[in-house]
Every structure is written in C-alpha cells, then in structure tokens.
C-alpha cells in the first residue's frame, strides 16, 4: 500500500451542527465527499470538515449557499491517499 | 469497525444497559412529580442508581450524590458553587476544557486567580509544583483523576493531601476513570468528585453528576422544579436536590444503574480496569519502537499510571491523516486532534498537528488490537 498526497478541498464550518448539515445537504444532492478530522494545517482543534475533489468546489458552494449552511473556511491543501498497487 | 474511541464514549453497551432503558422508557413518571405508580417508580430508580454510584465512588451519604447531564455540567456546578469572588484556584495542565473553561469565567466573572500546575515530558503532574502553588488560602484545587489525551492516572490522594494541608478543597474529574478505576471519596479525601455516565460507567449518554463529601457547601447552579418547597422563591438547599433542578434524567439513569450493577457483576472498576488497560498495554507493546512512531504518557516512565489509552503520532503526518487513514483502511474508530485539552497538547508539544488517541474498553478483544498495531506499523511504513 503506497501512500500519496492528492489536492483535496476542505471545508470547514463554525459549529458541529453545520458540518453534519453539509453531510445532508450533499447526501441529498448526490455531492461526492465525504466527512473527515479537522487536519492540523486546516485548523487546530477539534472538529469535522468536509472533504471533497478539488473541481467541485464551485458546485459545492452553490449548494451550500442554497441550502444556508454556514461555513467558515474554504481551503485545497494536499491530504493523504492509501493507494494499493 | 474496530472501536477505539471508549474516551469519548462507550459504544458499545451492555444488552442490560440497552433493555434497562428501554424498559424505563416504557413505564417511568417523573421522580418526585407525585404519587403516580410511574412517579414513584422513577423515584425507585433515581433512588437505586444514587446508592450504586455512591457505592462505586466510596460516598458515605447516597444523598450527596446529585446527578446532570454529563460531568461538564457537574464541573461547571460543582466550581460555581464553590468558587467565589476573588478566590484563588489552582489546576493543572491535564485539565479538559468542562475545567479550564468553567475557570477562566470565573477569573473574568469572579475575578478567580487561577493557577496551572504543570507535567513533565511524558505528561505527568510535577508535584513539587502542585505543593508550590497551593498556598494557604487557596479555595480549592481542580484536579483529574486521569487525563483525556494520555490517559495517564493522577495520584488524587496525593493532591488532596496537600491541597488540605492549605485548607483548600478538592474537585476530582473522574470522567475518564469512573467505572475503570478505583475511587473512594473518603480514602482519597476527595471532596467533590465529578463523574460522567456514558464513558467507563457504560450508560447511556445524558448522564453524570457529582458525589460531594458530607459538610461541603455546594451552592446551587440552577435554580427551578424541585417538586418540593414549590411556594419558597428560591430552589431549596436540601441534599441532592439543591444540585437537581428540574426532571432527573430517570430513563437515562436506569441505564447507568445497569451500566453500574454491570460492572460490578464483572469484578468492579479495577478488575474492568485491568481489562482494558491489559489490551492498550498490548498495543503499546506492539506500537513502541517502531520507526517514525511517537508514543506519549508514562508507558515508559511508569505504566502503573497509565489507564487504557495509546496515544500516538506518526512521523511526516497529521493526527487527522493518521485517524482518517486507520478509519477508511481498517475501520479503525479512533479520535485525532486536541481532545478539547489544549494546555496538555501545549505541554507535550503536540499543539499544531494534535494526538492520534487509541482508547480501549471492555468489549474490545486482543484480536482487534493487533489489527491495529499491524495498521499503524503499516501507515508508519509508507
């Protein structure tokens, strides 16, 4: 298993309730991400953010924006990937 | 999934937990709202579960323990009753924020002079210190029975001895080890120990509270229903009640009735103890030395103050990646981060990238902790 960093969009929100709001409102549109630890580079402390494509930003925002999730920060850093093979 | 997270709660619950509430919430009133057969029947239980805890605790009076909704509201009772105008306080490093935070409002509230005692390198309490800061005068002393973020014990006794020896109280947050851990109020001179339901009790979450020593004056946080004294303008002072306004919690406390009697039906908290710190010790061992892996806590210094919690990081990456990496190839749960204690993160150095926390409990078995040592062995490897 090789191990790899990939540009990830972070999304990271004010509250733990409106982190597990993104979870639904993406479910429900059919967003692709999925929820991970706050990283360290992000913010410190505890919390959940949201990890998606670097490209689906812009669809994601949109959704969010529409659905009045609030959120505090939106960053593309470079997350690590288990990859086999 | 491969549950590790037994410091942030008890997952897993023992089936009497799961049917003692449901049960509850099938045929219970509201303690001491009447005279109802499901009234009185949920006095039954507030009643029983308040005789487990202080037996579990070593509480003389079982009307000195008075339950909440977790140990964080106990702690913020428990030190707003107590601390008053320009008092001086003094706590520790170790400390979660339902300590440090209930403090700094009282030093910007009550202009409360608080003072940390700090650790060494493996995150043990510096006791000389401890015996420097508390000087006479000193209201009282915060102090955790055993950290959130290492799980390293804290020799209560101790503290207490010199927190009296100044005068000063002692507040006990035995959050992580109620239920794991032996604790007895009056052998350890503890004066008010605060406890949460849901972590080594097994009970369910919406529980907790705090036993208070006979002759300790606690003044009520909350003030509302009591069921009693209802045309007196202020709540009354009577024990517990002065501590419970409103409706008890009565099919929570059910379970962590069941949760209690579970415990003891298997040894007691130090038997359940010796459990899971068997199982964390065996994945110390299979974690320790291996190349770009950092293990904190006294695993080296003194593993009889550790309880049941490998606290760990991996060379080259963030706690967060590490958890996440253990979770999406193991299905590993486990928690990254500051653990709500950022003055023991600041200690250990750890502030920027947090600790990954690997907490075992009682239904974990030896086969999963190996998993995740071959998991963590696996990450660390690249």
Known sequence: MARVRVPSLVVTFPTTAAAMSCEECCERRGLPGRMIPVPGEVAAGCGLAWKAAAGDRDELVAALDADGVPVEGMTVIELLEFRTG | ?382
């Open chain 2, 1 to 382: 999934m491969i549950y590790l997270d037994n410091a942030a709660t008890t997952m897993h619950k023992p089936r009497e937990v799961v049917d003692a509430v449901a049960a509850a919430m099938c045929s219970l009133g509201n303690a001491g709202r009447g005279a109802s057969a499901g009234a009185l029947d949920a006095g039954r239980v507030a009643l029983r579960c308040r005789e487990a805890v202080a037996r579990l605790l070593g509480c003389p009076r079982a009307d000195h323990v008075c339950f909440s909704a977790n140990s964080t509201a106990a702690l913020n009772a428990a030190l707003s009753g107590l601390v008053g105008q320009g008092d001086r306080v003094v706590t520790t490093v170790l400390e979660h924020n339902s300590v440090l935070r209930p403090l700094a409002r009282l030093a910007d509230e009550r202009g409360a002079e608080v003072a940390y005692v700090g650790c060494d390198a493996h995150g043990l309490l510096d006791m000389a210190e401890l015996e420097r800061l508390v000087v006479p005068g000193t209201r009282l002393v915060a102090v955790t029975h055993g950290s959130n973020v290492t799980g390293n014990l804290v020799d209560v006794a101790r503290v207490a001895e010199i927190a009296h020896a100044a005068g000063a109280l002692v507040v006990a947050d035995a959050s992580q080890t109620a239920g794991s851990a032996p604790v007895d109020m009056v052998a350890m001179g503890l004066d008010v120990v605060c406890f949460t339901g849901h972590k080594g009790l097994m009970g369910p979450q919406g529980t907790g509270g705090m036993a208070v020593a006979e002759g300790v004056d606690v003044r009520p946080w909350a003030e509302g229903g009591s069921g009693v004294h209802s045309f007196e303008r202020r709540h009354p002072l009577e024990w517990p009640t002065r501590m419970e306004a409103g409706t008890l919690n009565c099919h929570g406390l059910a379970g962590l009735l069941a949760g209690i009697e579970y415990i003891e039906k298997n040894g007691g908290p130090a038997a359940v103890g010796a459990r899971e710190h068997e199982l964390a010790r065996r994945l110390y061992e299979g974690v320790r030395g291996v190349p770009g892996v950092t293990v904190y806590g006294a695993w080296e210094a003194d593993p009889a103050l550790c309880g049941s919690i490998v606290a760990l990081n991996v060379d080259g990456l963030d706690s967060a990646e590490v958890a996440d990496a253990l979770s999406e190839g193991w299905g590993v749960a486990c928690r990254a981060g500051a653990h709500c204690a950022p003055l023991m993160h600041r200690a250990l150095g750890t502030e920027r990238r947090g600790i990954v926390r690997l907490s075992c409990g009682w239904f974990n078995t030896e086969d999963e902790i190996d998993t995740v040592v071959a998991a963590v062995r696996e990450i660390a490897a690249g």
